[in-house]
């Protein structure tokens, strides 16, 4: 009996691929640590997407939040987004109580899962990118990754070696995960500069649509949004939103 092996390498390849060392499978790694359907949801985002469809940068109270987890996946029902990541600073204790409630909530009214939103795995870490202060979110990672524990133990050393932007980005993408320069012109320094370097230490992508003034009701700001899109699109970086929610409401950041 005869094979085709490149019939059968091509339908094993249907299933899986290797990405910065993990084997990603929807049969095989748990859908909050799937990167590749988060990565399909972040190339179809726009300037309309948060904070009512979907919104990848909120808060709890396990770091500078208002909101207790449960009560951030209330609201993200009610409001009816699709999809959402918990991005507390270095701690993701607020994500594992998150997902644990939306597993309860599932159980409990099995009649409503087509309502639950879809909830990645997030944390928000501290780095030193061209000398400056900045913030790396990850998303889609293994919570468990044994490179990735000295960055959620709830405190940082900026400084330090550990604290580079090359290495936090290298801890985040040996996770699994995606990570992405947190709203680029909040930083006291070119924005073209600090995306250019982003992306030469290999930034899976950039928080391009982001309030920069408290409006509420919650929108990007055009100007400086055109301008950080352009940059991330010239070096194909993914491009991502969030309402960097601190306050009791998702719909506003503080």
């Known amino acids: 009996m005869s094979v085709n092996l490149t019939s059968a390498s091509e339908s094993l390849s249907r299933w899986f691929h290797i990405q910065t060392g993990y084997v990603e499978s929807s049969l095989l790694i748990p859908p909050a640590e799937d990167r590749s359907s988060l990565q399909q949801v972040f190339q179809t985002l726009n300037a309309r997407s948060c904070p009512k469809s979907y919104n990848f940068h909120l808060h709890t109270r396990r770091s500078d939040g208002q909101l207790e987890p449960e009560e951030v996946m209330e609201q993200a029902i009610e409001i009816g987004l699709k999809g959402l990541t918990i991005t507390d600073h270095h701690s993701i204790q607020g994500y594992k109580q998150a997902q644990n409630w939306l597993d309860h909530w599932k159980h409990k009214y099995p009649q409503r899962v087509n309502q639950a939103p879809r909830l990645w795995t997030g ?12 913030h790396i979110l990850g998303y889609a990672f293994d919570p468990d990754a044994s490179g990735l ?4 133990q709830g405190g940082t050393t900026l400084g330090t070696d550990a604290y580079s932007a090359d290495n936090v980005i290298t801890a985040i993408q040996q996770a699994g995960g995606l990570a992405v320069l947190a709203h680029p012109a909040r930083y006291r320094y070119p924005v073209p500069e600090l995306i250019t370097e982003a992306a030469r230490l290999g930034m899976n992508g950039i928080e ?3 309030a920069y003034h408290h409006t509420d009701p919650w929108l990007p700001t055009a100007k400086i949004t055109n301008q950080v899109k352009q940059l991330a699109d010239s070096y194909g970086l993914l491009n991502t939103c969030g309402t960097d929610t601190h306050g009791r409401d998702l719909l506003l950041r503080l």
């Open 123 to 134: 944390v928000e870490i501290n780095a030193q990118l061209l000398g400056v202060g900045v």
């Open 149 to 152: 524990q000295p960055y959620l």
């Open 208 to 210: 391009v649509y982001y």
